[in-house]
């Protein structure tokens, strides 16, 4: 069988090996170097794995409550020594943040 170039050489899939006779459909890369095919085969077991990460993964919740600006210096109070100045910075950002989000 005769491929996209004219030539008989078989196309297998990249992933799997497969010969192109052996799957219903083989998909070639955009670009011709370095060219690569994949399987409707593959193609359905890279999608099964992707929304196993979905599923697996949580989606990032928003805490429903906001830090006070003095429970932020507080906070970094112990683990910050010193830098006065930038701790206000925080509270103020903090502040900031609170207001604007409610």
């Known amino acids: 069988m005769k491929n996209k170039s ?6 297998r899939c990249s992933f799997c090996h497969k010969s192109q006779d052996a799957v219903a459909k083989l998909i ?4 011709d170097y370095p060219r690569a095919y994949i399987c409707d085969e593959c193609v359905a077991v890279c ?11 949580p989606q990032a919740t928003t805490p429903n409550q906001l830090p ?4 932020v210096k507080t906070f970094l109070d112990e683990y910050v020594i010193g830098q ?6 925080w509270r103020s950002r903090s502040t900031t943040t609170t207001s604007a989000s409610s």
Do not use: F, M, V, Y
């Open 6 to 11: 004219g030539s008989d050489e078989i196309l």
């Open 28 to 31: 070639s890369s955009p670009s």
């Open 47 to 57: 999608n099964s794995i992707l929304e196993d990460d979905r599923t697996a993964t």
């Open 68 to 71: 006070k600006p003095q429970e």
């Open 84 to 89: 006065e100045q930038t701790k206000k910075n």
